[in-house]
């Protein structure tokens, strides 16, 4: 029968969590409730996309660009009121998504540390809500559903390391499935197969084969039938694995491009002109038959001078970032002064729970945090940036939260008291500035160090209360800048194109624009910016590239111009008006749509007639 005292631990826990929750959300508002500007229009609205045409349209996602996101936005597309704000409820949908997964990992991950009395299971979630990794991840929906899936794997497999349960192996083979669906790392799958592999007990070839069947099998035959299905419908059997890492090798070519060589380009211009180097260094693709260690016989010097620099250049501060610095939301302005070496604490903490590990020979807890990253050395001679190194987020807040755990439960030991001080005095001195959040850390973290150095004595077994101490004060000295706790719509002129689009014109459509804000917010069909613009050079030539996509209606604002990709901006100000009409303009002319002055030649279906000479 349950004890009164066991029903009260486990009401003061719910309560603790929901706390934690909601602390969390509002605390990360201005991520989780985006407006247009912070939505990243470059993926977000491209993936949302493909959940409509998958919906509406059956239209399969190739594997290389992850289905299992446009299954996400599928299922919830119908339940999202008929709108032009269903991309912006999606987005929210998709992000708060992400965050209760993420929180729920955190909470699951901290039962098993519990069971193992490596520390108390609310440790992981309380340091998810004062330290939110996770934020930088939000706006690529390839990289929030990859880690997603990837936690829960992650807390299946360390289940199955106590329970050796086959439930808990087939979550994991589920899990690992749909991270594969998220993101085409055949690596990760490897090494959770190799990690389950060398935990499993008792060692039997046929426990090896069920292990083999599911984490093996599963990720395969799905895969298999997903892009057999994909082919079947489009013609195309894309797998994309093969051409994957060798595509990654030839971007990282530009780590050894000049600031001044790279400063105001775009992924896309930097990726080509990466390539073009590559190919200089290494020969071409074909050359290499897509070999990376092809590649890489034809001029290890330089493989050597990518790889040194691609440690010093980018994966250094990559993770300082990701571990460290609270990025700003898109759109948003960054934090002032924000604290760009609160990693170094992060990174003590996770050595202090693997040294815990080591210590306790937790033997199986090991292998599993060794095998899981792996994937990650790829990153080292290819190239890398800060979101990448969050992909495995949970192994780092479980190492994290074993070594506070430990760290406060001796400070009795003036060694790691005076370990602690001496890293809060290095982060204070690369961080100084008077008009700086370090000012906070410097004072708050020197009341405790002094208190912990003097009363030591009295210390022993005390994380109870330390733990909570320290896990606040990172949360105090690292806030957010903007907060957001209304859902009210902020229209800076993309959803007044994406009404009078729905008003005026048959769903599906065609208009040219970028970003693709408005016509997907319209249920139009967009034709988004591709490479054979760049060689428009006469109002033919543009009238060309028009009639290619069905003479489209055109969409206007100052992104287009700003981005300019492939020419697209210039090439629409330069010689639209000799073939197109302005039909719809906003308040202030920086939001337009333009539609064929001849429509018998366009696709447009228009619903009502366009008024003529065009103001909102």
């Not at 108390?120 to 390839?142: K, M, R």
């Not at 292998?367 to 800060?386: A, E």
Request: hydrophobic fraction near 50%.
């Amino acid at each position: 029968m349950e004890t009164y005292a066991n029903r009260f631990y486990k009401r003061r826990t719910v309560v603790a969590l929901l706390f934690l929750y909601v602390l969390g959300f509002i605390l990360n508002s201005s991520y989780l409730l985006p407006q247009i500007p912070q939505i990243n229009f470059f993926d977000e609205v491209i993936y949302i996309e493909s959940g409509k045409n998958l919906f509406l349209y059956h239209a399969l996602w190739p594997f290389p660009r992850g289905p299992a996101i446009s299954f996400f936005y599928a299922v919830i597309f119908p339940f999202i009121p008929e709108s032009e704000f269903w991309l912006l409820t999606a987005d929210l949908i998709g992000r708060v998504t992400a965050y209760t997964l993420l929180f729920i990992s955190a909470w699951l991950i901290g039962t098993e540390l519990a069971h193992r009395k490596l520390c108390h299971p609310l440790v992981p979630v309380a340091l998810l809500t004062a330290l939110p990794f996770y934020l930088i991840l939000l706006p690529g929906p390839s990289y929030w559903t990859f880690v997603c899936f990837v936690s829960l794997t992650f807390w299946a497999v360390l289940n199955y390391a106590r329970t050796q349960k086959l439930s808990m192996l087939l979550l994991a083979a589920i899990g690992s499935t749909l991270a594969l669906m998220s993101r085409p790392d055949v690596v990760f799958s490897v090494s959770v197969l190799i990690a389950v592999m060398f935990i499993t007990r008792p060692w039997r070839s046929s426990r090896m084969l069920v292990v083999v069947v599911l984490l093996a099998g599963i990720p395969t035959a799905t895969v298999s039938s997903y892009i057999y299905a994909y082919g079947h419908q489009t013609g195309a059997y894309i797998f994309g694995g093969d051409h994957k890492l060798y595509d990654t090798f030839q971007a990282s070519r530009q780590v050894l491009f000049d600031k001044k060589d790279i400063k105001g380009k775009l992924d896309f211009n930097l990726a080509k002109a990466a390539r073009l180097a590559s190919e200089r260094d290494f020969g071409t693709a074909e050359e290499n038959k897509y070999s990376v260690l092809r590649a890489i016989a034809r001029n290890p010097s330089q493989f050597a001078r990518i790889v040194w620099q691609n440690t010093i250049q980018y994966t250094a501060p990559s993770l300082m970032t990701a571990f460290g610095v609270r990025v700003p939301a898109v759109g948003l302005a960054k934090p002032e002064n924000p604290l760009r070496y609160l990693s170094l604490f992060i990174f003590l903490f996770a050595a202090f729970g693997l040294a815990i590990l080591v210590r306790r020979r937790k033997w199986s807890e090991l292998i599993i945090v060794c095998l899981w990253p792996l994937d990650m050395g790829l990153y080292l001679f290819t190239i890398s940036f800060p979101g990448y190194y969050l992909f495995h987020v949970m192994v780092v807040l479980m190492l994290v939260s074993i070594g506070l755990w430990a760290c406060t439960s001796r400070l009795n030991d003036r060694r790691i008291t005076l370990l602690l001080g001496a890293v809060l005095m290095i982060v204070v001195w690369l961080d100084w500035d008077h008009a700086n959040r370090v000012v906070s850390l410097a004072k708050g973290g020197g009341i405790l160090f002094v208190i912990a150095y003097w009363k030591y004595r009295k210390l022993e077994n005390q994380q109870a209360i330390w733990a909570p101490l320290i896990i606040g004060g990172l949360a105090l000295i690292n806030p957010p800048t903007n907060y957001r706790m209304n859902l009210k719509v902020e229209d800076i002129g993309f959803f007044s194109q994406a009404k009078y689009l729905r008003d005026h014109y048959s769903p599906m459509s065609p208009v040219f624009a970028f970003p693709g804000v408005a016509p997907i917010s319209a249920n139009m069909w967009w034709i988004h910016t591709w490479a054979d613009l760049g060689k428009v050079k006469s109002k033919e030539d543009f009238l060309a590239m028009m009639k290619l996509v069905g003479m489209p209606a055109i969409a206007t604002d100052p992104m287009l111009k700003a981005h300019n990709i492939y020419g697209s901006g210039t090439m629409v100000e330069k010689y639209a008006h000799h073939y197109y009409r302005v039909v719809w303009r906003g308040p202030n002319d920086a939001y337009k749509i333009l539609i064929p002055k001849d429509l018998s030649k366009s696709r447009l279906r228009l619903l009502a007639k366009p008024s003529e000479g065009g103001s909102k």
